[in-house]
């Protein structure tokens, strides 16, 4: 058997295929070669022949069957060996194959070889590729390397740690005693390595957190000899000593400092020295002041320091540099909420990024536009985002479009420039526009009462000129259907006047209809357009016939609408013009979490008086009596209650009380706690048909910045009362009033005495567990009479 | 770091580094996604993308691509110098480096990469360090296959002898 092939070799004969066949037929060939050569079990040139099944690797050919040859390498005693193996192994292993567990051993072997460079191989690959098992059967090995005195080994011991605590948090706390004297280690190496995996363990767990926070004076203090060192040959990069070094610290000090005072001060210095020394004339040093900004703006910074963050991305903005640029809209965007004002001074700027040749820089500075448009400026901000809109890419005109939308609805500083905003929108970028903007859109329409003459003659002029973009005709549409006797009236106060027939509106309608550019869905708006107009123009037969064509029309919807308009005209004409009335000024629905409509989800209402209620305790005995105690007295009942959140009622329940009761809204709501941002408030109805119980609704929001999670609701009422406690809707209350958790409660209240309630709340806010007692006392009287 | 791409003008895969584990199959797709994102930028954009809800930051030395994908809270400016510094080393160790240097030699372009980043993050800050770990490890590779061919050569002439 000749000697395989050399590498270089091999790789020079395949760079001469000319198409990809011929370079597929040689790596055929070889890989056969490659393969009897595994099997003749030749130790000789196993190393090469799997060099050459890694680069055939790289152009895209399987190369599993050379997986146990690397493992057969690692094992090897040659350095050559194992560094093609390992490197085998980082290429075509990887933790899905069972393969991989079997290397373990030889990494354990080689984190104690007594050869450094072997030890580094092994550190790397197992900090790279490294599976939980491996991980947690080698932490050990890791621990103890991390504690040695060799540089070279204490710093791929520090990220092969990362790596471990990545994989397996719970063996964080094996590393802790190893971190005692990271910091005081001279080499940049392992320095740096060090404050990756302080950082690591910080992120992770809070109490490492609360632990690590005592080494920031003397983090500033290595960040402080950096900064006034003087120049250092090995670490320096464009006049700046160890740049790499200095950004890790500075977000290590970010995390240390977050929502602690005593840190951030302490920190305040340092931040403000690298902020104002660091030399900016290239990237390097941009690099290390953008992390200053971000760590300024995370932690609790004084608010001099803040503005000279702000400042400093402002002349990032200014910049020659696009990436700089670039990273600077995309901090400002972080901080624009909470420094509202300072970013504020920035707008001119951010508006000129609009124009900017760059994608990523136009995009950025796009959401940051929207998300400084206020009251003041929004006229002007609109003229700019308009014109945007006008000259930007497609990919932009959809967001764009919907940001428009928003910002419109929320400032708009009258109604007319309201609509001719939209107007401009949907004619600049109609079909772009996202299909949801169509309702909002007429829903603000016809919220606009005063404007309805206006609005539908300038769309109308708009269908004139284009019936290709789909959200505009179907807002037009819609608007001539409603408004259509406005139009033909000419009565606009707003503008001149347009003199159209009714005939002249209809064919434009019917014009829609054919056209081959109306979607189905503009088709369906057409006609239910033409439909109503039937109640407000004369031309009624011309209408009758239009609908009558379409009750044979090929598209089912269209059909569909058709034919039963077809039916109003012939069998229910006196129900017409009721039917095709003026829509009513409709209300946004704050739609969040269950209606507070009765669940009538099978549950029978009139026995519960009767019967006893149902021992639904599933929580411990002794929490029941936790609950006894601490209320005391004897004229408590204990609470019954389901544990397991489950869905609440479907809609069906809806539909059949929006019937019912009218009284519903009359029992007004109530705040009944409302402590550390755990706000619980009860909504009442009476449940029909029997009056003497009380259906409360409870929902619970919470406007920290953490989730409650855990959260359950307890409750207990005197003797005379008798409580069923539904399923809560989920057990976390979501932060910042992201969402509530509701719970119903059902009462009964034969003896119409007054309501009195404790209410008992546990829940997990920031890892810590919470649990209060309340009374609630306040119900109005409507809820017991 | 959660990945290192060299490719070529081309889109020809010429070095890949996962720090995450992958399937294959997504790799491949990665990959694809990359070189076709990078490969289409205009020639004075701004070196960062956004790709999914990893961070893309790349830049171009001569006719090689340098990309790499980062989390939501790693620099990117400092990335850019991640990447130079990988650069300066493979330009030390090859001197004056050009993209055959790195397609004939992946394996070292490799073993250099190694020393330098670890899990996706920088290892050593130094560069005359990591030279210096690199020319020894060289060395070990160079004494083992010495040491071995020096007694496969013994071998031969005391069988000659013998």
């Known amino acids: ?785 | 770091m959660h990945f290192l791409l060299l490719f070529s003008r081309q889109g020809k895969l010429r070095l890949q580094k996962w720090f995450t584990p992958v399937p294959e199959r997504e790799k491949k797709k990665i990959v694809r996604d990359m070189t076709t994102m990078v490969l289409g930028r205009k020639p004075r954009s701004c070196n960062f993308l956004h790709w999914k809800d990893l961070k893309i930051v790349y830049k171009k030395y001569a006719s090689l691509y340098f990309c790499c994908g980062l989390d939501a809270e790693e620099n990117e400016l400092l990335a850019l110098e991640v990447l130079h510094r990988y650069v300066e080393l493979l330009d030390k160790y090859f001197g004056n480096v050009c993209e055959l240097d790195i397609i004939f030699n992946f394996e070292k372009a490799y073993f250099i990469l190694d020393e330098f980043l670890l899990g996706g993050e920088v290892q050593e800050t130094s560069k005359q360090v990591l030279s210096r770990s690199i020319e020894a490890s060289d060395m070990l590779q160079e004494v083992c296959f010495g040491r071995s061919c020096l007694l496969s050569v013994l071998s031969i002439i005391f069988s000659v002898v013998l």
């Open chain 1, 1 to 785: 058997m000749p000697a395989p092939i050399r590498l270089r070799e091999l790789i020079r004969t395949i760079r001469t295929a000319r198409t990809q066949a011929e370079e597929r037929e040689m790596i055929q060939k070889e890989c056969a070669a490659i393969r009897s050569s595994f099997r003749e079990e030749d130790n000789t040139y196993r190393c090469r022949n799997v060099a050459k099944l890694l680069y055939m690797h790289m152009l895209g050919y399987p190369a599993h069957f050379g997986q146990l040859e690397c493992l057969k390498l690692i094992a090897s005693q040659k350095f050559t060996d194992k560094r093609i193996g390992y490197l085998g192994a980082m290429l075509l292993l990887d933790e899905r194959q069972d393969v991989h567990l079997l290397m373990t051993n030889c990494i354990k072997n080689d984190l104690n070889h007594s050869t450094q460079y072997v030890q580094g191989l092994a550190l790397c690959t197992l900090g790279c590729m490294g599976s939980s098992e491996m991980c947690r059967d080698l932490a050990g090995e890791v621990e103890k390397l991390l504690k040695t005195s060799n540089s070279y080994l204490r710093k791929k011991a520090a990220l092969c740690a990362v790596h471990v605590i990545r994989k397996v948090p719970e063996l964080m706390e094996m590393f802790l005693p190893a971190t005692k004297n990271l910091l005081s280690e001279k080499n940049h190496g392992v320095l740096h390595t060090s404050v990756v995996l302080l950082t690591e363990m910080c992120e992770r767990s809070p109490d490492m957190l609360l632990h690590f926070r005592k080494l920031v004076p003397q983090l500033v203090r290595i960040l402080k000899n950096l900064i006034m060192s003087g120049y250092s040959p090995e670490h320096d990069v464009s006049g700046i000593s160890d740049p790499f070094l200095q950004v890790r610290i500075l977000r290590l000090l970010r995390i240390l400092g977050r929502s602690d005072d005593d840190s951030s001060e302490a920190m305040n210095d340092i931040l403000a020295q690298v902020a104002t020394n660091t030399e900016t004339s290239k990237n390097v040093g941009n690099a290390i002041l953008y992390e200053t900004v971000l760590t300024i703006m995370d932690i609790k910074s004084e608010s001099g320091l803040r503005v000279l963050a702000i400042n400093i991305l402002g002349r990032f903005l200014l910049n020659n540099d696009k990436n700089i640029r670039y990273v600077a809209l995309t901090s400002l965007l972080k901080t624009v909420q909470t420094d509202h004002n300072a970013v504020q001074r920035h707008r001119s700027t951010i508006v000129d990024c609009l124009k900017d040749l760059d994608v990523s820089i136009k995009r950025r500075a796009m959401e940051l536009s929207f998300a400084l448009v206020n009251g003041n400026n929004i006229r002007g901000m609109m003229k700019e985002l308009l014109y945007f809109l006008d000259s930007c890419d497609p990919e932009f005109k959809a967001d764009c479009a919907s940001g428009v939308f928003l910002a419109a609805e929320k400032y708009a500083p009258s109604k007319r420039w309201h609509i001719d905003t939209i107007m401009r929108v949907l004619t600049t970028a109609g079909s772009y526009v996202r299909d949801d903007s169509v309702p909002n859109l007429i829903q603000l329409i016809t919220n606009s009462v005063e404007m309805h003459a206006y609005t539908v003659q300038r769309l109308y002029k708009a269908l004139l000129d284009d019936i290709s973009q789909q959200p505009l005709v179907q807002v037009s549409s819609w608007c001539i259907g409603e408004y259509g006797d406005l139009l033909v009236s000419g009565q606009c106060e707003e503008e001149e006047p347009i003199q159209v027939t009714e005939d002249e509106v209809l064919d434009v309608l019917e014009g829609l209809l054919v056209s081959n550019l109306s979607t189905p869905v503009t088709r369906g708006y057409s006609l239910t357009a033409i439909m109503k107009l039937s109640t407000r123009f004369s031309s009624v037969n011309r209408i009758k016939k239009v609908v009558s064509i379409y009750g044979s029309s090929i598209d089912v919807e269209l059909q569909q609408r058709a034919v039963e308009y077809n039916a109003l005209f012939k069998k229910y004409d006196h129900m017409r013009s009721a039917l095709l009335e003026r829509m009513p000024i409709m209300e946004k629905t704050a739609s969040n979490g269950p209606t507070e409509i009765v669940q009538t989800n099978g549950e029978t209402e009139p026995s519960v008086p009767d019967t006893k209620l149902p021992p639904l305790i599933t929580q411990p005995a002794n929490q029941a009596n936790d609950l006894l105690d601490l209320l005391g007295g004897n004229d408590v009942v204990p609470v019954i209650q389901t544990t397991l959140p489950t869905k609440p009622a479907s809609a069906g329940g809806e539909l059949l009380d929006l019937l019912g009761d009218l009284s519903l809204s009359a029992i007004p709501p109530m705040t009944a706690y409302n402590k550390n941002g755990l706000k619980i408030e009860f909504t009442f109805e009476r449940a029909n048909p029997n009056p003497n119980i009380a259906v409360i609704t409870i929902h619970a929001t919470n406007t920290t910045e953490a989730d409650m999670t855990e959260f359950v609701f307890q409750a207990a009422v005197p003797k005379t009362f008798q409580l069923q406690l539904l399923s809560p809707s989920s057990n976390i209350v979501p932060a910042l009033n992201q969402g509530s958790v509701t719970q119903v409660i059902r009462v009964l209240n034969p003896q119409k005495q007054q309501l009195r309630m404790r209410v008992k709340l546990t829940y997990t806010h920031k890892g810590s567990p919470v649990q209060d007692l309340a009374e609630v006392n306040n119900f109005p009287p409507q809820s017991w009479q």
